[in-house]
């Protein structure tokens, strides 16, 4: 059952990048509007929202933690400008909205949206909200630095910071199922992710191994890492960064046993 929410959430709050898009109402007249009962800022984020968020505040705070989670994981620089966030009251009028900003874009639980240069994440109140926010919101914080990110990677990075900050390295839910699958002998490649580009390809499956090798260049052998930070540096300056599977290889080589070998010994010392 749980498994069945997972790939529920997992193909419902994905982003959507849009270049150009559709006419719409500027971003502060849409702030502006009467339907926005609370309005808060968690460091780069503008939150507005349909809703009291009181209740949430906590919650929300981690997003401004978020940036510095990048920074100092990654290298990410701060947002040049703000990021909105549009929370609506359900998913009925989530729903209305999307639809009348977006008519083109399929509908989605949450989503990260970037258009003329500024990003904005919309979500509606749920249990699951401050989940879907930080996903949406690394997303955001990878966008806003770096001028393409690879879907795969995009996705792991969003997955593996989706947590709260406590549960992120050791207590994924994604972590039980890869653990089975490392047993039976399944591992994807990087380069496997690496061929897919669309994320109608993207399944619970293509989640969980973009989320672990996302985990392992982030708690792995130190080469796994700056192998990371080495690509999304070259992105960052325009440089051709290449394909990040062939510079694993060559940092870490036999990257897939040595991922096998990383979540057989992770745990909590
Ligand atoms: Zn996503």
């Not at 949206?113 to 989940?131: K, N």
Request: positive net charge.
């Amino acid at each position: 059952m749980q498994q069945f929410t997972r790939r529920n959430f997992l193909q419902a709050s994905v982003c959507a990048a849009l270049a150009g898009g559709p006419a719409y109402r500027s971003a502060a007249a849409v702030a502006n509007s009467a339907a926005w009962v609370d309005r808060r800022v968690y460091g780069p984020f503008q939150v507005v929202a349909a809703f009291p968020l009181q209740g949430l505040d906590r919650e929300l705070a981690d997003l401004g933690y978020l940036q510095g989670e990048l920074q100092r994981t990654l290298a990410m620089r701060p947002p040049q400008q703000a990021v909105d966030v549009y929370l609506s009251a359900d998913e009925r009028s989530h729903k209305q909205f999307l639809q009348s900003r977006f008519p083109r874009i399929p509908y989605r639980r949450a989503l990260y949206v970037q258009s003329g240069g500024r990003g904005a994440v919309y979500a509606f109140d749920h249990r699951d909200l401050p989940t879907d926010l930080r996903h949406e919101c690394t997303h955001a914080l990878l966008h806003t630095d770096l001028a393409m990110v690879p879907l795969w990677l995009d996705e792991g990075l969003a997955e593996y910071f989706e947590p709260p900050l406590a549960q992120r390295a050791f207590h994924h839910e994604h972590l039980r199922t890869l653990r089975w699958n490392l047993r039976l002998g399944m591992v994807r490649s990087i380069a496997s992710l690496e061929s897919i580009h669309s994320l109608d390809d993207m399944g619970a499956e293509e989640y969980r191994y973009a989320w672990a090798w996302a985990h392992f260049m982030l708690h792995g052998p130190v080469a796994a890492h700056r192998a990371l930070t080495g690509f999304l540096a070259d992105i960052r300056r325009g440089n051709p960064p290449g394909v990040l599977s062939a510079r694993l290889e060559q940092a870490v080589p036999e990257a897939e046993a040595q991922l096998v070998r990383h979540f057989k010994h992770w745990r909590r010392g």
